[in-house]
């Protein structure tokens, strides 16, 4: 049964760093492609960041360049998502998924992901 479970959501500072943690069992992450995404209150759930499985490089939205970070752990089976500088805009739900063909997760584009975590509440308030 594929499953992802997020966490390392928190309250922070603006200013403040926080690292998420996406772990996945049934299924070995180095096979997908996977992306952050988030939706904040009333808003549409955006893509935050992606590693591709093909390339292994991330891709970034323009709003996190050069303060997230996302690096993968083969051997935990686990994608991180180092924030830094955390804006008060940065507060939403972060969701990781999986997207097994490749074809969605680099453009940052929710739709068509395959699999989804149920979330971790991220809240960047001082």
């Known amino acids: 049964q594929v499953q992802l479970v997020e966490s390392g959501g928190d309250l922070v500072q603006p200013g403040g760093s926080l690292r998420l943690s996406c772990t996945a069992s049934?299924?070995?992450?180095?096979?997908?492609?996977i992306g952050w995404f988030r939706q904040a209150p009333g808003k549409e759930r955006e893509g935050v960041s992606c590693?591709?499985?093909?390339?292994?490089?991330?891709y970034y939205a323009d709003s996190v360049k050069g303060r997230f970070t996302l690096f993968r752990n083969d051997a935990k089976n686990t994608v991180y998502l180092q924030m830094n500088n955390l804006k008060p805009e940065d507060t939403a739900v972060y969701y990781c998924?999986?997207?097994?063909?490749?074809?969605?997760?680099?453009?940052?584009?929710?739709?068509?992901?395959?699999?989804w975590g149920k979330g971790t509440l991220v809240t960047v308030s001082s």
């Open positions: 998924a999986a997207d097994f063909d490749d074809k969605n997760c680099i453009f940052l584009r929710p739709d068509g992901m395959d699999y």
């Open positions: 049934g299924f070995t992450l180095a096979v997908a492609s």
């Open positions: 590693v591709s499985s093909r390339d292994g490089n991330g």
